[in-house]
């Protein structure tokens, strides 16, 4: 049953300014400004595709059949950033809206004219045709208008950005012939989208277990070995290396300008916690094998739960695991290469790092070890024959070889036909 008697429903996925192009649509407006005017009591309201201004105005003019907390929390991008901030600081910023305050959106929720992140239209071309069927029109989805989400978690498929003109409402309809797909990692561009709807699912996050979340999370990685001695430049390095990092320059995200991974260090141990784009972003990349495990685990970290990895928790925090093992991606390095400076090129890593994951890991330590002594030996059997003589050999081999062979391969020393070393008697 519509809520007024010239206004649709709002439907549950839909963004404002969604029902806003619908409403514009079935008017028969010519200008946006005369429709703005009519909703929001200003004719330049709702042109970004984020938070309007004026939104109290606008459940007015809906009959307030829902409330501003509810227009907001449901159908806005504010979803996903309200939950960053205490619940007191959001009963402040929905009070404020309530009474049109200006610069409301910009001061509790990071997003402003000069914001660094854009939420730019992006759309599901199959969600376009189920949403034909199933409601009568296609919907701007808030889940697709969410910082950072670039795949479709019904279809499972990439989304579109449309390009489209500033001071316009737009259908889907009118934005898919000027729309393309964006270019990125199809499972962390779902990774993505999963954690910024887990975020709009959440009440209030706690930060700081957030914060520990990440850091077990990047230890466990292996980028780091302990939070009280960082490489700032690792964190860097491995960010842009990332698949999300490539998503970041992608163009039409929207996330450009944090693809540098430059205030990953201070949202980690300094002041700037609370930025709901940068979160979600740096959640994502942390090497999730599904797209699901990224959400639960995301859902778990905010609410204090511990996120376990399919064993038992142990009694003493202080207590080291005798089971422990390097990260999976240094295990599969050290067993395709023959030497430390291959291994410290392929992690991009120092030879301190690989000798503390050693330290850690004692069966990875025992096959690192054999592997090294097979690579030598065999290097020296490269260059030596069982028939050379032993001048020919000393000739061959440098002295270190020779030293290394005597002291680890006695057997093969004695059948090469070295000389015993043992000085000769005077009488």
């Not at 207590?319 to 291959?342: F, K, W």
Request: hydrophobic share 40%; proline share 5%; charged share 20%.
């Amino acid at each position: 049953m519509p809520i007024a008697p010239y206004l649709p429903d709002v439907i549950e996925a839909e963004t404002l300014y969604g029902w806003c192009s619908h409403v514009h649509q079935i008017s028969c407006n010519t200008s946006s400004a005369t429709t703005s005017l009519s909703l929001f009591g200003s004719p330049h309201n709702m042109r970004q595709f984020d938070v309007p201004a004026r939104i109290s105005q606008l459940a007015k003019v809906m009959g307030c059949s829902q409330s501003v907390r509810s227009l907001i929390r449901n159908h806005t991008v504010a979803r996903a950033y309200l939950p960053f901030t205490s619940l007191s600081e959001q009963m402040e910023t929905i009070d404020a809206a309530e009474r049109c305050a200006p610069f409301w959106v910009r001061a509790a929720l990071q997003v402003s004219r000069s914001r660094f992140v854009e939420h730019p239209l992006r759309l599901c071309t199959a969600c376009v045709e189920s949403d034909r069927k199933v409601h009568g029109r296609p919907i701007w989805h808030v889940d697709h208008q969410l910082p950072g989400a670039c795949g479709c978690l019904i279809h499972e498929s990439v989304l579109s950005v449309a390009i489209a003109p500033t001071k316009r409402w737009l259908t889907p309809d009118e934005a898919a012939p000027i729309s393309h797909p964006l270019d990125c990692h199809l499972l962390s561009g779902l990774a993505c989208a999963a954690v910024s709807r887990a975020a709009g699912q959440q009440a209030a996050i706690d930060v700081q277990n957030l914060v520990r979340a990440a850091c077990d999370r990047l230890i466990q990685m292996g980028v780091l070995h302990s939070t009280k001695g960082v490489a700032h430049r690792r964190l860097v390095d491995w960010f842009t290396r990332s698949p999300v990092g490539q998503i970041c320059t992608a163009h039409g995200t929207g996330l450009a300008a944090i693809a540098d991974g430059s205030w990953i260090a201070g949202h980690l141990w300094k002041h700037h916690r609370t930025n709901a784009a940068r979160w979600i972003v740096l959640w994502s990349a942390l090497d999730w094998d599904t797209w699901s495990e990224a959400e639960t685990s995301f859902a778990d970290a905010c609410s204090g739960r511990p996120i376990l990895n399919c064993k038992q928790r142990p009694l003493w925090d202080s207590l080291e695991d005798p089971n422990a093992r390097a990260p999976q991606r240094v295990q599969m390095a050290l067993t395709v290469c023959n030497s430390y400076a291959e291994a410290m090129n392929h992690l991009g890593c120092t030879r301190g790092d690989i000798t503390r994951w050693l330290k850690k890991d004692e069966q990875l330590r025992h096959q690192w070890k054999l592997r090294l002594l097979q690579s030598r030996l065999q290097d020296i059997l490269d260059h030596v024959h069982v028939n050379h003589l032993a001048q020919e050999l000393q000739v061959t081999l440098a002295e270190r070889d020779v030293r290394w062979l005597k002291l680890k391969q006695p057997d093969l020393y004695a059948q090469i036909g070295m000389p015993s070393g043992r000085q000769k008697s005077l009488f």
